[in-house]
């Protein structure tokens, strides 16, 4: 993985990320926005499980009110992503915390999709909702995106945050 | 103002050298303020989204904004801490970078816009609180807000990349930019 890493960095396409200063920043920023709206997203969603907002509102119809802005944001932030990637691979491969995050985000979407599918019928969204588990599940979805977060910028200080455990060339 | 002496106090301070010095410290704050200003802008763009009627305005403006701009509050409280140990690591070099100072100006510009909104056009709220289209006022509100918070991440990412480094290349020396192998 690090050696096509590595010969992933010396491609046209990756110099071409490399070469334009600005865009890196640029697709940093877009990424730090999307993470706004995916973050939020979750957050509110989470909060209304909790009945602490949109009380007003069945628990599917937030959920339908915020899972497109979700999607789409999350979307952006792959391809912004991947890009970035291209831009920087052995920096990416040689994270630990790259790929703890890539795992946490396979979690993320799993459970996401799982919770959308559940709350396809309208009873459903009742049960779901005084169900006891769902207090927890929201907390602890919050906590999941909230170190992805963390694990995303620790990309840039994986040496430091992992010490031996650090991949590394 | 000249406030280059409480700059290098702040710089010199035993907080600013134990952060330095600290191996997993700053990856630390600037983790939290990732969260804090993802959570600042997402829950801003909401409320905002709302004030131009997207998608709809049948549901309250002033429930929206009371349950949510709590979370704001406090998560700009967290970003605001964690930015000034940013700050204070490197307190020299970020006084004098330019993005961080048009960052800061966007983050008024968005205050004074946020005062202007709270203070005067939402006194009116009860005549446009659902099922009517905002005011002109809360349009340009929420409008205005949008391109300011969106241009405060973007000067906040630009700092990291314009922390004062000296790139430019000597007149006398030629670089070779072939890649080996």
């Known amino acids: 993985m690090i050696e096509f890493a590595e010969w992933l960095g010396t491609t046209p396409l990756s110099i071409g990320v490399q070469s334009r200063s600005w865009l890196t920043p640029l697709l940093q920023s877009i990424h730090i926005l999307m993470i706004g709206v995916v973050f939020v997203s979750i957050l509110v969603v989470a909060l209304r499980v909790l009945g602490r907002v949109r009380t007003d509102e069945s628990l599917a119809a937030v959920w339908q009110r915020f899972a497109p802005w979700f999607w789409t944001a999350l979307c952006v932030m792959a391809m912004t992503g991947i890009v970035l990637i291209i831009g920087e691979p052995v920096r990416e491969a040689t994270a630990m915390s790259f790929w703890l995050k890539m795992a946490l985000i396979a979690v993320g979407v799993s459970s996401a999709v799982y919770f959308g599918r559940s709350l396809r019928s309208v009873a459903a969204s009742g049960v779901l909702e005084a169900s006891a588990g769902a207090r927890f599940m929201a907390v602890a979805t919050v906590v999941l995106w909230l170190t992805i977060i963390f694990l995303g910028r620790a990309i840039a200080y994986d040496l430091e945050v992992w010490g031996s455990w650090h991949i590394g060339a | 103002m000249d406030l280059t002496g409480v700059v290098e106090a702040l710089h010199g301070s035993g907080l600013s050298e134990w952060l330095r010095s600290s191996l997993k410290a700053m990856p630390i704050v600037e983790a939290i303020h990732v969260m804090a200003i993802a959570t600042v802008f997402g829950t801003i763009f909401i409320v905002d989204l709302r004030l131009l009627g997207y998608p709809n305005v049948q549901r309250s403006f002033w429930r929206l904004h009371q349950e949510?701009?709590?979370?704001?509050?406090?998560?700009?409280?967290i970003a605001v801490v964690t930015g000034v140990l940013l700050f204070m690591v490197n307190a020299i070099t970020y006084y004098n970078n330019t993005a961080l100072r048009l960052k800061l100006v966007a983050m008024l510009l968005a205050g004074v816009n946020m005062a202007v909104f709270e203070n005067v056009t939402a006194k009116s709220v009860a005549t446009w609180d659902k099922g009517v289209p905002t005011p002109t006022?809360?349009?340009?509100?929420?409008?205005?807000s949008i391109v300011l918070w969106v241009s405060v991440i973007f000067f906040g990412r630009w700092i990291g990349f314009t922390k004062g480094y000296d790139f430019s290349i000597p007149e006398d020396v030629q670089l070779d930019f072939e890649f080996p192998g």
């Open chain 2, 68 to 77: 949510l701009l709590r979370w704001t509050w406090g998560a700009f409280g």
């Open chain 2, 137 to 144: 006022a809360a349009r340009v509100a929420g409008a205005l």
